[in-house]
């Protein structure tokens, strides 16, 4: 199959493809005489994996390093458990910011006691407050 249907079979867009296989997480795929990339099943089946690796966060090094295990069966799984145990830890670490955050917009909310008169606004008045001191709102 030529790309456009590779990219229609898998949801990936042609840039994208290319872009794989400039970074050398496809396999190089066959040529014809007019010099057409000729993609197999093979093809589907990694750009599956690699979607589905993305769609879980996984940069593009982490990727690699998954395909390497994927393609050496008979390695061991502590580099792929490792790379799981970074990516739970970074999650862990990101969730917790982003309840942080909620934190302070739940603060920030509770500000505006008035919410029909916007000069006596607590909530801009709070945000005005800490973009003038540079400090993190609440």
């Not at 969730?95 to 942080?100: Q, R, S």
């Not at 302070?104 to 909530?123: N, S, T, V």
Request: hydrophobic residues 35%; neutral net charge.
């Amino acid at each position: 199959m030529q790309i456009g249907e590779l990219a229609r079979s898998t949801g990936v867009k042609i840039e994208t493809i290319r872009y794989y296989e400039r970074e050398h997480l496809l396999s190089v795929p066959q040529r014809t005489d007019g010099n057409y990339r000729l993609y197999s099943p093979r093809h589907v089946e990694e750009l599956r994996f690699i979607r589905y690796c993305r769609s879980l966060d996984m940069g593009l090094e982490e990727v690699r390093i998954l395909i390497r295990a994927l393609d050496t069966p008979s390695g061991s799984c502590l580099t792929v458990n490792g790379l799981l145990d970074e990516k739970i830890a970074e999650v862990d670490a990101r969730v917790n910011d982003l309840h942080k955050l909620q934190d302070q917009l739940r603060k920030l909310r509770g500000l505006c006691r008035q919410p029909d008169q916007w000069e006596i606004c607590g909530i801009l008045a709070e945000l005005n407050r800490c973009a003038e001191s540079r400090k993190p709102v609440v």
